[in-house]
């Protein structure tokens, strides 16, 4: 009985070990890879943003970890397959919470990279951290943004149509910004956390830079939308607080190194004037049938 109970533990723990053991694929182009942890998420397609922690090796050597210099994952759109070397079908079988090592024979790239020699291997590996969704990514930054008005005691703001929240905290008498005016204006942005990353009135943040007013064509596309839609909100001699969703600042690209991914920003900011824009065309009218 002993012989057969150590044979069975025996038998077990081999099952275990193959169960655990990476799982061996490749792609449709030809790219082996393997499945080095399997998640329980959401299978990614086609159409989808996946966000993923990216891990490059040269051989055993890490020469870039995205956790490291970035400090969160980094979205990934996945797209149709255009070439050989493309990952996307590869990316395309797995699932959120996979971890999966790519590897390239440098040999057998089209062009050896520089930092690489012939005989060495290019260990990619890609953990999906997760899936973007629009619709969760909204109702994650609308209580973020709730918990930061009610933090500042930011009452009474008002939403413009894209969700920008403006919190006029000194109301100027001037005229309101139209379409191609341009508009004079001082501000500081900074992320939720309170670390700013952007001033014109503060010589520390742009040191050597010279402290003068941002002027822009409002409407016009100059600057992130969220920033046109809150500006076109005052009055000039405003001064108020901007609360930007993601989608009309930098979105799931984010602005590195300064902002990362998916960022809410506040912007406290000062319309000092208004300088009217030429009237717009006409629009050129039919001639009567």
């Known amino acids: ?24 694929r490749k792609t449709p182009g030809g790219i082996d890879y393997t499945v080095d942890k399997s998640g329980s998420g959401e299978q ?4 989808d943003t996946a966000l993923m922690h990216i891990y490059t090796r040269l051989n055993d050597s890490i020469m870039f970890e ?6 969160h994952a980094i979205p990934v759109p996945i797209m149709k397959s255009q070439e050989k070397y493309d990952l996307m ?4 079988e797995l699932k959120v919470g996979d971890s999966a090592t ?4 440098v040999d057998s790239l089209p062009q050896i990279p520089p930092f690489a020699k012939k005989g060495d291997k290019i260990r990619l590996t890609f953990v999906v951290d997760s899936k ?3 619709a969760t990514q909204t109702a994650k930054e609308e209580k973020e943004i709730a918990e930061y008005l009610k933090a500042k005691s930011l009452t009474g703001g008002t939403k413009t149509a894209s969700g920008v929240t403006v919190a006029v905290t000194q109301e100027g008498t001037g005229a309101t910004p139209q379409p191609g005016d341009t508009v004079v204006v001082n501000y500081t942005g900074s992320l939720l956390s309170g670390k700013v990353f952007d001033s014109n009135v503060d010589s520390t943040i742009r040191p050597g830079m010279p402290l003068e007013p941002l002027r822009f064509p409002i409407g016009r596309g100059f600057v992130i939308k969220g920033w046109d839609e809150g500006i076109a909100a005052l009055k000039k001699g405003s001064k108020a607080t901007l609360v930007i969703p993601s989608a009309v600042a930098y979105g799931f690209q984010g602005n590195p190194p300064t902002i990362p991914s998916n960022s809410v920003l506040a912007f406290t900011v000062e319309l000092l004037d208004v300088v009217p824009g030429a009237a717009a065309p006409a629009a050129p009218v039919a001639p009567a049938k």
Do not use: H, I
């Not at 044979?7 to 053991?21: F, P, R, T």
């Not at 079908?89 to 395309?92: L, M, N, T, V």
């Open 89 to 92: 079908d590869g990316f395309a």
């Open 102 to 105: 790519f590897v390239f024979l």
């Open 66 to 71: 995205s956790r490291k210099t970035e400090g």
């Open 1 to 24: 009985m002993k012989k057969n109970n150590l044979l069975l533990v025996a038998s077990c723990g081999l099952l275990l070990l193959a169960s655990c053991a990476p799982k061996q």
């Open 132 to 134: 973007y969704s629009a």
């Open 44 to 47: 990614l397609k086609v159409g």
